[in-house]
Every structure is written in C-alpha cells, then in structure tokens.
C-alpha cells in the first residue's frame, strides 16, 4: 500500500491556527520516523523535516522520556514501545468508525460486509456487518488469517513492492485452504497484478468452498485497510459483481474522506 502521506517537508501542513507548534512537530517526527520505516537518525529527520538539529534533539529527548522514542546503541532513534498501545486502541476504533459504511452496505448488496487490516503478516478482521440473508457468512471479529487466501489480502497487498509481497509470503507460507487456494508466489503477484487492473479483488472460493468475497482498500487510510463484502457464490455471481464493486469503492471513497476529516474540529 502506498503511503498515507509523502515524505517531503513540502507535504507537511503548517502548524494550525490556534494549535500547539511542538505537539505539531513531536507528531510530525513520528510518523516520518513510521514512513522511514521506524529508525532514524536526527540528520534525516532534519533533513526531511527542515527543523535545526537542536529542535529535533529537544523534541526526540522528550519522546524519549515519555516512552514513544527510544535511543538505539547506534545512536539512531526507534519508535518506542509505548505507541504499540495507541495503535492497538486505534485499531480498534477505526473498525468502529468503519461500522456505519459497513451497515450501509449491507442495505445496498444485501451481502456480510466486512473491514480487515495488515497487521505483520497476517490479516485481522476489526469490524464486520453481517447480512440479513438467513444464509450468510460470518467471520469473528479479531479472527486472523493469512493474505494469500483472501480477497482482503490482495486488496491489501496490491500496491506492496513484488520482492515485499515475496518475502512475506516466504514467512508465511501459502498453505491450501481450498483446492482453490493460490499455493505459489507467481500465481499471486499474477492476482495482484489483476487487482491493479481492474481496481478490487477477489476471493472464489479460495478461503472457503462455496463463498465469495469481493474487497477494495480504503484509500489513503491511516494503516493498510480494505473493506469487502462476502456471500455464497450462488448469489455474489460475475452479473453481482459488476453491480456491487462500484457500491463498494464509493463506500471505501467515502471512509477514507471521514478518516481524513476525522481530527477537524470545525
């Protein structure tokens, strides 16, 4: 997925009116610490950032003395263990703010609609509607599973360089859920490739015998998100799903645009 926010001090808002200019730029160095991939030294966040050295040495002593920074034996500076908290209960309340898109559609595919996210390797679901169809799929809320075998999964990873979705794939393993189940690096990037393509993707029957899933990310969002919706294959058909995608990418539009706006206080 590509990034939420580019990494150039050019993209960076100016401090707000009436906001806090410190907190402003502590929160600003963390997420370009996140977009470098979670270690830095104090000349790239500099250099990205534009700050003098001494602001950035004040505004990382302080992170490290609450616990969201630490200095590494090197020298360089890692986010810190106590953010693993915030993203956990962030994570959790983005499944609830995902809830009403979710519900509305429902009403309009008549199909279970659910939101997963990239955590590590894997895919967890945090938030799930299901169908008001007496049959009906269901999938717990937290449950984990691998990418390879999820349309949430390519949807997710379509966008992930080819020798990142590789060597995940390598930790993971590509065992067969299905006789379906694509079991080979090659046959994957090949979906994902689709995805590209044609704009979501597709689970046939690939999780589980007798279901399909139709998913697109959430674009722009704050963590890898995409939102699906599963059904039996006798109902989510080819016709189905030239009705239900465009449903579901407006549902994805319009999250990500609530998640943008969500910090503004009017």
């Known amino acids: 997925?590509?990034?939420?926010?580019?990494?150039?001090?050019?993209?960076?808002?100016?401090?707000?009116?009436?906001?806090?200019?410190?907190?402003?730029?502590?929160?600003?160095?963390?997420?370009?610490?996140?977009?470098?991939?979670?270690?830095?030294?104090?000349?790239?966040?500099?250099?990205?950032?534009?700050?003098?050295?001494?602001?950035?040495?004040?505004?990382?002593?302080t992170l490290v003395l609450c616990g969201y920074v630490r200095q590494q034996p090197n020298r360089r500076y890692a986010l810190g263990p106590r953010l693993i908290r915030l993203g956990e209960s962030a994570s959790r309340l983005l499944g609830t703010w995902a809830r009403p898109y979710l519900a509305r559609l429902v009403e309009e595919t008549g199909e279970t609609a659910n939101m997963a996210l990239l955590d590590g390797d894997e895919i967890v679901y945090v938030a799930q509607v299901?169908?008001?169809?007496?049959?009906?799929?269901?999938?717990?809320?937290?449950?984990?599973?691998?990418?390879?075998?999820?349309?949430?999964?390519?949807?997710?990873?379509?966008?992930?360089p080819p020798e990142e979705v590789r060597a995940l794939l390598a930790r993971t393993g590509m065992p067969a859920a299905t006789e379906k189940t694509i079991t080979t690096p090659d046959g994957f990037l090949d979906a994902l490739e689709q995805v590209r393509r044609v704009g979501y993707a597709v689970d046939d029957n690939e999780q589980e015998i007798g279901v399909r899933c139709l998913a697109v990310s959430v674009p722009n969002s704050p963590t890898s998100a995409a939102i699906s919706i599963s059904g039996p294959a006798g109902r989510v058909t080819e016709a189905a799903t030239e009705r239900i995608v465009p449903i579901l990418q407006q549902a994805a539009k319009e999250l990500s645009d609530a998640l943008a706006s969500s910090g503004s206080t009017g």
Not at 16 to 36: C, I, K, P, T, Y
Not at 134 to 153: A, D, K, Q, Y
């Open 1 to 61: 997925m590509p990034p939420s926010h580019a990494s150039t001090s050019d993209s960076k808002p100016a401090a707000s009116s009436g906001g806090v200019q410190s907190l402003e730029r502590a929160f600003d160095l963390l997420e370009r610490m996140a977009d470098a991939g979670g270690e830095v030294g104090l000349s790239e966040l500099s250099a990205s950032s534009g700050l003098p050295l001494p602001t950035i040495h004040r505004l990382m002593r």
């Open 130 to 160: 299901p169908s008001k169809h007496s049959m009906r799929m269901f999938t717990e809320v937290g449950r984990r599973v691998l990418p390879h075998s999820t349309g949430v999964g390519k949807a997710l990873l379509a966008h992930t």
